[in-house]
Protein backbone atom coordinates (compact mmCIF):
# COMPACT_ATOMS: atom_id res chain seq x y z
CA UNK A 1 0.00 0.00 0.00
CA UNK A 2 1.76 3.59 -0.88
CA UNK A 3 1.38 5.77 1.66
CA UNK A 4 1.93 9.87 1.47
CA UNK A 5 2.87 11.24 4.97
CA UNK A 6 3.01 15.12 5.20
CA UNK A 7 4.86 17.01 7.77
CA UNK A 8 4.28 19.02 10.09
CA UNK A 9 0.24 17.85 10.75
CA UNK A 10 -0.03 21.47 11.95
CA UNK A 11 1.89 24.56 11.79
CA UNK A 12 0.82 28.45 12.88
CA UNK A 13 3.65 31.22 11.90
CA UNK A 14 3.18 35.19 12.01
CA UNK A 15 2.27 37.30 8.81
CA UNK A 16 6.04 37.86 6.78
CA UNK A 17 7.74 34.33 8.04
CA UNK A 18 8.43 31.71 5.36
CA UNK A 19 7.24 28.27 5.87
CA UNK A 20 8.20 24.54 3.85
CA UNK A 21 5.64 21.74 4.42
CA UNK A 22 6.53 18.38 2.90
CA UNK A 23 5.05 15.30 1.62
CA UNK A 24 7.35 12.02 1.75
CA UNK A 25 7.00 9.05 0.26
CA UNK A 26 8.76 5.49 0.13
CA UNK A 27 6.94 4.62 -3.71
CA UNK A 28 7.63 6.49 -6.56
CA UNK A 29 4.59 8.57 -8.32
CA UNK A 30 3.77 9.52 -11.73
CA UNK A 31 3.14 12.83 -10.33
CA UNK A 32 2.39 14.88 -7.71
CA UNK A 33 -0.15 17.42 -6.69
CA UNK A 34 -1.19 20.16 -4.05
CA UNK A 35 -3.98 21.47 -3.00
CA UNK A 36 -5.35 23.52 -0.76
CA UNK A 37 -8.62 23.57 1.32
CA UNK A 38 -10.51 26.03 2.89
CA UNK A 39 -13.30 25.57 5.87
CA UNK A 40 -16.27 24.25 4.46
CA UNK A 41 -15.15 24.14 0.72
CA UNK A 42 -13.54 20.80 -1.01
CA UNK A 43 -10.10 20.77 -1.79
CA UNK A 44 -8.88 23.21 -5.48
CA UNK A 45 -5.76 22.31 -7.19
CA UNK A 46 -2.82 24.24 -6.28
CA UNK A 47 -0.41 22.41 -8.87
CA UNK A 48 0.96 19.38 -10.64
CA UNK A 49 4.43 18.28 -10.75
CA UNK A 50 5.20 15.59 -13.31
CA UNK A 51 9.09 15.13 -13.55
CA UNK A 52 11.83 14.76 -10.95
CA UNK A 53 13.64 17.87 -9.88
CA UNK A 54 10.90 19.82 -11.23
CA UNK A 55 10.27 23.45 -9.12
CA UNK A 56 6.77 25.45 -10.06
CA UNK A 57 6.19 28.67 -8.53
CA UNK A 58 2.73 30.50 -7.89
CA UNK A 59 3.45 33.75 -6.91
CA UNK A 60 4.85 33.10 -3.21
CA UNK A 61 4.22 29.25 -3.43
CA UNK A 62 7.13 27.18 -4.38
CA UNK A 63 6.77 23.39 -5.25
CA UNK A 64 9.48 21.23 -5.65
CA UNK A 65 8.73 17.50 -6.97
CA UNK A 66 11.56 15.61 -5.51
CA UNK A 67 14.36 13.52 -8.39
CA UNK A 68 12.97 9.99 -7.04
CA UNK A 69 9.10 11.51 -7.59
CA UNK A 70 8.79 10.05 -3.82
CA UNK A 71 8.71 13.44 -2.49
CA UNK A 72 7.95 17.01 -2.72
CA UNK A 73 8.03 20.10 -1.11
CA UNK A 74 5.97 23.32 -0.21
CA UNK A 75 7.44 26.60 0.35
CA UNK A 76 5.88 30.06 1.25
CA UNK A 77 7.69 32.85 1.23
CA UNK A 78 6.13 35.81 3.45
CA UNK A 79 3.46 33.96 4.62
CA UNK A 80 -0.23 36.19 4.26
CA UNK A 81 -3.32 35.49 6.32
CA UNK A 82 -5.10 34.27 3.11
CA UNK A 83 -2.59 31.52 3.04
CA UNK A 84 -4.33 30.02 5.63
CA UNK A 85 -5.50 26.78 4.80
CA UNK A 86 -5.43 22.57 4.93
CA UNK A 87 -2.57 21.97 2.57
CA UNK A 88 -3.38 18.19 0.86
CA UNK A 89 -0.39 16.31 -1.84
CA UNK A 90 -1.61 13.59 -3.53
CA UNK A 91 0.23 11.42 -5.61
CA UNK A 92 -0.74 9.51 -8.86
CA UNK A 93 0.21 5.90 -8.93
CA UNK A 94 0.92 3.60 -11.95
CA UNK A 95 -2.97 3.36 -12.52
CA UNK A 96 -3.49 7.59 -12.14
CA UNK A 97 -5.40 6.54 -8.97
CA UNK A 98 -4.30 9.38 -6.61
CA UNK A 99 -3.05 8.40 -2.76
CA UNK A 100 -3.64 11.38 -0.94
CA UNK A 101 -1.70 12.91 2.55
CA UNK A 102 -3.59 13.38 5.22
CA UNK A 103 -2.96 17.30 5.16
CA UNK A 104 -0.82 20.16 6.90
CA UNK A 105 -2.91 22.87 8.66
CA UNK A 106 -1.61 25.43 8.13
CA UNK A 107 -2.39 29.54 10.59
CA UNK A 108 -0.95 32.51 9.64
CA UNK A 109 -1.59 35.16 12.32
CA UNK A 110 -1.88 38.76 11.56
CA UNK B 1 -24.58 26.67 -12.49
CA UNK B 2 -21.97 25.44 -13.89
CA UNK B 3 -19.77 23.15 -11.88
CA UNK B 4 -20.05 20.37 -9.32
CA UNK B 5 -22.86 20.24 -6.65
CA UNK B 6 -23.51 18.40 -3.52
CA UNK B 7 -26.66 17.87 -1.84
CA UNK B 8 -27.85 17.88 0.74
CA UNK B 9 -24.88 19.87 2.71
CA UNK B 10 -25.59 18.68 6.38
CA UNK B 11 -27.63 15.66 7.02
CA UNK B 12 -28.16 14.25 10.31
CA UNK B 13 -29.64 10.76 10.74
CA UNK B 14 -30.08 7.63 12.64
CA UNK B 15 -28.10 4.48 13.00
CA UNK B 16 -29.62 1.74 10.54
CA UNK B 17 -31.31 4.42 8.21
CA UNK B 18 -30.83 4.29 4.33
CA UNK B 19 -29.25 7.75 3.27
CA UNK B 20 -28.41 9.10 -0.24
CA UNK B 21 -25.75 11.93 -1.02
CA UNK B 22 -26.24 13.79 -4.27
CA UNK B 23 -23.59 14.68 -6.41
CA UNK B 24 -24.36 16.60 -9.73
CA UNK B 25 -21.58 17.89 -12.39
CA UNK B 26 -22.02 20.07 -15.26
CA UNK B 27 -19.32 19.53 -17.56
CA UNK B 28 -19.61 15.65 -18.46
CA UNK B 29 -16.41 15.13 -16.85
CA UNK B 30 -15.62 10.93 -17.42
CA UNK B 31 -14.41 10.37 -14.11
CA UNK B 32 -16.47 10.83 -10.63
CA UNK B 33 -15.14 10.07 -7.15
CA UNK B 34 -16.68 9.77 -3.76
CA UNK B 35 -14.49 10.63 -0.65
CA UNK B 36 -15.00 10.65 3.00
CA UNK B 37 -12.41 13.30 4.84
CA UNK B 38 -11.71 12.60 8.80
CA UNK B 39 -9.66 14.34 11.03
CA UNK B 40 -6.03 12.77 10.86
CA UNK B 41 -6.92 10.27 7.77
CA UNK B 42 -6.91 12.98 5.06
CA UNK B 43 -8.58 11.82 1.89
CA UNK B 44 -10.24 8.27 1.65
CA UNK B 45 -11.51 7.08 -1.79
CA UNK B 46 -14.62 5.48 -1.18
CA UNK B 47 -15.81 4.49 -4.87
CA UNK B 48 -15.31 5.59 -8.38
CA UNK B 49 -16.50 5.72 -11.80
CA UNK B 50 -15.15 5.76 -15.19
CA UNK B 51 -17.83 6.36 -17.31
CA UNK B 52 -21.96 6.30 -17.09
CA UNK B 53 -22.57 2.20 -15.54
CA UNK B 54 -19.13 1.93 -14.29
CA UNK B 55 -17.77 1.83 -11.24
CA UNK B 56 -15.34 0.72 -8.84
CA UNK B 57 -14.77 0.63 -5.02
CA UNK B 58 -11.74 2.62 -3.60
CA UNK B 59 -9.84 2.03 -0.23
CA UNK B 60 -12.90 2.36 1.69
CA UNK B 61 -15.98 0.45 0.06
CA UNK B 62 -17.90 -1.20 2.75
CA UNK B 63 -21.85 -0.08 3.99
CA UNK B 64 -21.75 2.39 0.04
CA UNK B 65 -23.07 1.31 -2.85
CA UNK B 66 -22.75 4.14 -5.98
CA UNK B 67 -24.64 3.88 -9.16
CA UNK B 68 -24.31 6.52 -12.61
CA UNK B 69 -27.04 5.62 -14.93
CA UNK B 70 -26.27 9.35 -16.27
CA UNK B 71 -22.54 10.91 -17.05
CA UNK B 72 -23.62 13.82 -14.79
CA UNK B 73 -24.98 12.41 -11.62
CA UNK B 74 -23.02 9.91 -8.64
CA UNK B 75 -25.26 9.52 -6.20
CA UNK B 76 -23.70 8.02 -3.13
CA UNK B 77 -25.93 5.80 -0.53
CA UNK B 78 -25.20 4.62 2.84
CA UNK B 79 -27.78 1.32 3.23
CA UNK B 80 -27.68 0.68 6.96
CA UNK B 81 -25.72 4.01 8.81
CA UNK B 82 -23.83 3.47 10.97
CA UNK B 83 -21.93 5.90 13.92
CA UNK B 84 -18.64 5.67 12.18
CA UNK B 85 -19.95 6.74 8.73
CA UNK B 86 -20.12 10.02 10.54
CA UNK B 87 -17.76 12.08 8.35
CA UNK B 88 -17.41 14.75 5.96
CA UNK B 89 -18.13 13.30 2.29
CA UNK B 90 -16.61 14.88 -1.14
CA UNK B 91 -17.68 14.62 -4.48
CA UNK B 92 -15.23 15.09 -7.24
CA UNK B 93 -14.69 14.87 -10.60
CA UNK B 94 -11.95 14.90 -12.86
CA UNK B 95 -11.34 14.68 -16.64
CA UNK B 96 -7.94 12.81 -17.78
CA UNK B 97 -6.65 15.46 -20.28
CA UNK B 98 -3.18 14.14 -20.58
CA UNK B 99 -1.11 11.52 -19.51
CA UNK B 100 -0.10 11.56 -15.47
CA UNK B 101 -2.72 14.45 -14.91
CA UNK B 102 -6.17 13.64 -13.36
CA UNK B 103 -7.23 16.93 -11.88
CA UNK B 104 -9.97 16.61 -9.93
CA UNK B 105 -12.61 18.92 -9.50
CA UNK B 106 -14.50 18.65 -5.72
CA UNK B 107 -18.02 19.79 -4.81
CA UNK B 108 -18.32 21.80 -1.58
CA UNK B 109 -18.69 18.50 0.49
CA UNK B 110 -21.80 16.98 2.85
CA UNK B 111 -21.45 17.05 6.62
CA UNK B 112 -23.07 14.01 7.60
CA UNK B 113 -23.84 12.66 11.46
CA UNK B 114 -24.90 9.32 12.31
CA UNK B 115 -26.46 9.21 15.84
Known amino acids: TQLLEQSPQFLSIQEGENLTVYCNSS?????LQWYRQEPGEGPVLLVT???GGEVKKLKRLTFQFGDARKDSSLHITAAQPGDTGLYLC??????????WGAGTKLIIKP | DAGITQSPRYKITETGRQVTLMCHQTWSHSYMFWYRQDLGHGLRLIYYSAAADITDKGEVPDGYVVSRSKTENFPLTLESATRSQTSVYFC??????????????FGPGTRLTVL
Open chain 1, 90 to 99: AGADSNYQLI
Open chain 2, 92 to 105: ASSTRDAVNTDTQY
Open chain 1, 49 to 51: VVT
Open chain 1, 27 to 31: SVFSS
